[in-house]
């Protein structure tokens, strides 16, 4: 089982910048996955962006597409979400996730972090 924590959200001003960061633990992740998802009040939690451990190959979703970018650092264990530009409809709370496939869906994410708020005041 991997054990997953974020950290680093917080309150920014539209146009600015955050980066999260998703700490792993309790596996070896060359064979994961590792996602950021988002999810609104009242709405489904919804692809953000993923990374392939063993190669660094990425995708995001058209939402956050030339503004997010995901990297990981093998040597700390640590996924991170750099978020550029943000707008005020970027706000909600961000999930780190892992699953073996690279998906874009909840239902394959096998393990969760307990998720950081991120606020964009416009």
């Known amino acids: 089982q991997v054990q997953l924590v974020e950290s680093g959200g917080g309150l920014v001003q539209a146009g600015g910048s955050l980066r999260l960061s998703c700490a792993a633990s309790?596996?070896?992740?060359?064979?994961?996955?590792m996602a950021w998802f988002r999810q609104a009040p009242g709405k489904a939690r919804e692809f953000v962006s993923n990374?392939?451990?063993?190669?660094?190959?990425?995708a995001y979703a058209d939402s956050v597409k030339g503004r997010f970018t995901i990297f990981r650092n093998i040597a700390t264990n640590t996924v991170n979400l750099e978020m550029n530009s943000l707008k005020h409809e970027d706000t909600t709370v961000y999930y780190c996730?892992?699953?073996?496939?690279?998906?874009?869906?909840?239902?394959?994410?096998?393990?969760w972090g307990q998720g950081t708020q991120v606020t964009v005041s416009s």
């Open positions: 990374i392939k451990w063993s190669t660094g190959t990425t």
């Open positions: 309790g596996r070896t992740l060359s064979t994961y996955f």
């Open positions: 996730g892992v699953s073996t496939i690279p998906t874009t869906s909840t239902l394959s994410v096998i393990s």
